[in-house]
């Protein structure tokens, strides 16, 4: 069974500019989690989508958006990019919403650097 | 509002000792924690998890511990390895749909 798949693995882009990433669950998941990750502030929650709605979010500017399609997969975006935004942005999938109805797994991350 | 963290950032331990890697919680609502794995250049990967009506659960050479009563967990492996050698992150999550709350790692170093 494969597991979840993130493109692109790594991305350069510069300041004011936007970026979209993209997450293809595992089969048979329907929820899709964003997390940003970074060494000063760790694994951060940015938010939840099952059955193509946000369902949960977390603490991150409206720069951050996200959506789910009728497959389950899942894009981020995030406009305006500051270089603050550099990190690894991680999605992870589970069969139920909540973290505690389903174990989540998370794909390899997308790498963003911003210049 | 909640936070995980952990006792330790770093823990070096020798090829085939035991390694316990541990964790705070401060929500005593959490009733829901999972243990992550990550290597270099890779993304988290689940080792174990328990719910907050046991105490014990084991795996293949881990076994993770709550004490509810003093807000801690545990993970325990046994006869670390080489591949072992990783970041640990523990997480917790309360009531029905709520995300995960990550704490800071605990990077594992295993001597050969």
């Known amino acids: 069974k494969a597991g979840v798949t993130q493109t692109p693995r790594y991305l350069i882009k510069t300041r004011g500019q936007q970026v979209t990433l993209s997450c293809s669950p595992i089969?048979?998941?329907?929820?899709v989690s964003w997390y940003q990750q970074t060494p000063g502030q760790g694994l951060q929650f940015l938010f939840e989508y099952f059955s193509e709605t946000q369902r949960n979010k977390g603490n991150f500017p409206g720069r951050f958006s996200g959506r789910q399609f009728s497959n389950s997969r899942s894009e981020m975006n995030v406009s305006t990019l500051e270089l603050g935004d550099s990190a690894l942005y991680l999605c992870?999938?589970?069969?139920?919403?909540?973290?505690?109805?389903?174990?989540?797994?998370f794909g390899p991350g997308t790498r963003l650097l911003v210049l | 509002g909640e936070s995980v963290g952990l006792h330790l950032p770093t823990l070096s331990v020798q090829e085939g000792d035991n390694s316990i890697i541990n964790c705070a919680y401060s929500n005593s609502a959490s009733d829901y924690f999972i243990w992550y794995k990550q290597e270099s250049g890779k993304g988290p990967q689940f080792i174990i998890d328990i719910r907050s009506n046991m105490d014990k659960r084991q795996g293949q050479r881990v076994t993770v511990l709550l004490n509810k009563t003093v807000k801690h967990l545990s993970l325990q492996i046994t006869a670390t390895q080489p591949g072992d050698s990783a970041v640990y992150f523990c997480a917790e999550s309360y009531s029905g749909n709520t995300p995960l709350v990550f704490g800071k790692g605990t990077r594992l170093s295993v001597i050969a």
């Open positions: 089969s048979g998941h329907r929820s």
């Open positions: 992870a999938s589970s069969r139920a919403l909540g973290a505690a109805q389903g174990t989540q797994y």
